[in-house]
Nanobody, 120 residues
């Protein structure tokens, strides 16, 4: 069974850092692109960051502004999103997703999400 399981969310204060994890299982993801998305209350889901599992490519949303870093730990089969300088505007449910076509921006595997709340 293919699964993406997010963890690491929580309640933090503005300016704090947080690291989200996405544990991938059920297949080999070496040819996949892994992404992080987020959805705030009343807003549409938006792209945050993506990484090619095999390495050599990452992509970030403009609003990240160097505050977030996406990475892969092959030994743990886990994707991370390191977030720093968090602000209340970063409050959202964060989702991990996977796609197996680098050139086709359609993610077909999704996790259940993890809540991140940033207080002012």
């Amino acid at each position: 069974q293919v699964q993406l399981v997010e963890s690491g969310g929580g309640l933090v204060q503005a300016g704090d850092s947080l690291r989200l994890s996405c544990a991938a299982s059920g297949r080999t993801f070496s040819n996949y692109v892994m992404g992080w998305f987020r959805q705030a209350p009343g807003k549409e889901r938006e792209f945050v960051a993506a990484i090619r599992w095999s390495g050599g490519w990452t992509s970030y949303a403009n609003f990240v502004k160097g505050r977030f870093t996406i990475s892969v730990d092959n030994a743990k089969n886990t994707v991370y999103l390191q977030m720093s300088s968090l602000s209340p505007e970063d409050t959202a449910v964060y989702y991990c997703a996977a796609r197996n076509n680098f050139y086709k921006n359609e993610y077909d595997i999704w996790g259940q999400g993890t809540q991140v709340t940033v207080s002012s």
